[in-house]
C-alpha cells in the first residue's frame, strides 16, 4: 500500500500529465511550452521538471502498462497467447474511468503522430519481447518469446492504421478487432498467394 506522500506525488504526476496531454490536443505539441503546462497544473516549473525531465516525457509515460501486465498474469494457465493478451487488454481499459480512457487514447495518439516523438518512441521486437519475457515468466530470447513479440508488433501497427483511417474508431477498439483476426486466422480474399514458379 502507497504512503499518503506517495499518492500525492502519483496525483500531482497525473495532474501534469492531463493538462499537458489536454494542451497538446488544442495547442499542439510544438505549440505547448513546458511553463504553459505547469501553469495549468498549477506548479512551478521546477515541480514540472521534478516530475518529468523533459515535455517529451509527458508522452512516454505510462501508468497503465502495470495494469495490463497484472491482467495478462491473471489470465488462467494455459490461455493461448493472443486470447490472453486481448483478455487483458480490455480488462485494463474497463478498468480505466472515462476520462483515463479518453487521455490515454489521446496520448498514445500523440506518441504516433509527433514525428520527433514517434521517431523516438519505436517499440522494437527487443523491447517487445521483454514485455512477453516478463509476463509469461520465459527467456526474451526464446524463440516463441521473439515470435510472439513479433506478431504483436505487426498487429499493434495494423491497429495504428486502422484507427487513423476509421473516424470514430479508438486504438483499442482497433488493437481489440485486430487481436480477433489473428485468433481465428486472416482471411484473404481471392486467390492464396503462392511463391511464383
Same mark, same amino acid.
Given at each position: 500500500?502507497?504512503?499518503? #506522500?506517495?499518492?500525492?506525488?502519483?496525483?500531482?504526476?497525473? =495532474?501534469?500529465? #492531463?493538462?499537458?496531454?489536454?494542451?497538446?490536443?488544442?495547442?499542439? /505539441?510544438?505549440?505547448?511550452?513546458? !511553463?504553459?503546462?505547469?501553469?495549468?497544473?498549477?506548479?512551478?516549473?521546477?515541480?514540472?521538471?521534478? /516530475?518529468?525531465?523533459?515535455?517529451?516525457?509527458?508522452?512516454? /509515460?505510462?501508468? %497503465? =502498462?502495470?495494469?495490463?501486465?497484472?491482467?495478462?498474469?491473471?489470465?488462467?494457465?494455459?490461455?493461448?497467447? @493472443?486470447?490472453?493478451?486481448?483478455?487483458?487488454?480490455?480488462?485494463?481499459?474497463?478498468?480505466?474511468?472515462?476520462?483515463?480512457?479518453?487521455?490515454?487514447?489521446?496520448?498514445?495518439?500523440?506518441?504516433?503522430?509527433?514525428?520527433?516523438?514517434?521517431?523516438?518512441? !519505436?517499440?522494437?521486437?527487443?523491447?517487445?519481447?521483454?514485455?512477453?519475457? #516478463?509476463?509469461?515468466?520465459?527467456?526474451?530470447?526464446?524463440? !516463441? %518469446?521473439?515470435?510472439?513479440?513479433? %506478431?504483436?508488433?505487426?498487429?499493434?501497427?495494423?491497429?495504428?492504421?486502422?484507427?487513423?483511417?476509421?473516424?470514430? @474508431?479508438?486504438? @483499442?477498439?482497433?488493437?481489440?478487432?485486430?487481436?480477433?483476426?489473428?485468433?481465428?486466422? %486472416?482471411?484473404?480474399?481471392?486467390?492464396?498467394?503462392?511463391?511464383?514458379?
Amino acid at each position: 500500500m502507497r504512503t499518503l #506522500r506517495e499518492r500525492k506525488k502519483a496525483r500531482t504526476r497525473a =495532474d501534469l500529465q #492531463r493538462h499537458a496531454l489536454r494542451l497538446f490536443r488544442d495547442q499542439g /505539441y510544438a505549440g505547448t511550452t513546458v !511553463d504553459e503546462i505547469a501553469a495549468a497544473a498549477e506548479v512551478s516549473r521546477a515541480t514540472f521538471f521534478r /516530475y518529468f525531465p523533459s515535455k517529451e516525457d509527458v508522452v512516454r /509515460y505510462d501508468d %497503465v =502498462d502495470a495494469v495490463r501486465d497484472a491482467a495478462f498474469a491473471a489470465q488462467p494457465a494455459g490461455t493461448p497467447l @493472443l486470447v490472453a493478451l486481448r483478455t487483458a487488454l480490455r480488462a485494463t481499459f474497463d478498468q480505466l474511468g472515462p476520462e483515463k480512457r479518453e487521455l490515454e487514447e489521446l496520448r498514445m495518439k500523440i506518441a504516433r503522430t509527433v514525428p520527433e516523438l514517434r521517431d523516438r518512441n !519505436d517499440v522494437t521486437v527487443a523491447r517487445a519481447a521483454e514485455q512477453v519475457a #516478463r509476463s509469461t515468466g520465459r527467456d526474451p530470447s526464446d524463440f !516463441d %518469446v521473439q515470435l510472439c513479440a513479433g %506478431v504483436i508488433l505487426g498487429a499493434r501497427l495494423a491497429a495504428q492504421s486502422l484507427s487513423d483511417r476509421t473516424p470514430g @474508431l479508438s486504438f @483499442l477498439e482497433a488493437m481489440d478487432a485486430t487481436l480477433a483476426r489473428l485468433e481465428t486466422g %486472416v482471411p484473404l480474399a481471392g486467390e492464396p498467394i503462392v511463391h511464383p514458379a
